[in-house]
């Protein structure tokens, strides 16, 4: 096998010698939290086909450290809401959500989920940042597996670069209690 084909993650930034390796904590944590991220997939509609794609062979999320896909919300911290979410499912979604343990992070995956898409219908939600948080949106209805793939990336950079301290902070208990979550 040729070395083009392994994913080596970056050390972060530290000292090193002989024998020891010194990094700040928050560095070594969001590299760890970066790449052992467990999905919850919530799908309603044609973008959880695509996810399916995108944890298939040829797209192979786990090479991200997504390998181990929870149906679980206790035991995931990656949720990815791919779909229409009509307003009867949002408190279902959001118990989901708080049903997590933090870290916890949310990916909305295609136009509906993101916005409602073309449902704009009195029985669809408008985008689910209505009743929990999102930290990524991924375009497209239904997205490629490519841009799934690239929307995971892109939260693994905001996790590696999150503070240990970010989720105790109180912009973050604002922002939940801007959405009644305690």
Known sequence: MSNSNINIVEAPEGVSGEGFFATKLNDVVGLAR????????FA???????FMATMASHYDLARFGSERVSFSPRQA???????????KMAPILRQVYEQMAEPRWVIAVGACASSGGIF???????????????????PGCPPRPEQIVDGVMRLQELVKSES??????PEYQELL????IK
Do not use: F, H
């Open 120 to 138: 704009d219908t009195y029985s669809v939600l408008q985008g689910i940042d209505k009743v929990i948080p999102v930290d990524v949106y991924v």
């Open 77 to 87: 911290d990656m949720l990815m809401v791919m779909g229409t979410i009509s307003k």
């Open 164 to 169: 240990v301290r970010r989720r105790s902070s």
């Open 34 to 41: 970066a790449n052992s991220m467990w999905p919850l997939p």
């Open 44 to 50: 309603t509609s044609c973008c959880g086909i695509e």
């Open 177 to 180: 209690a801007s959405y009644n």
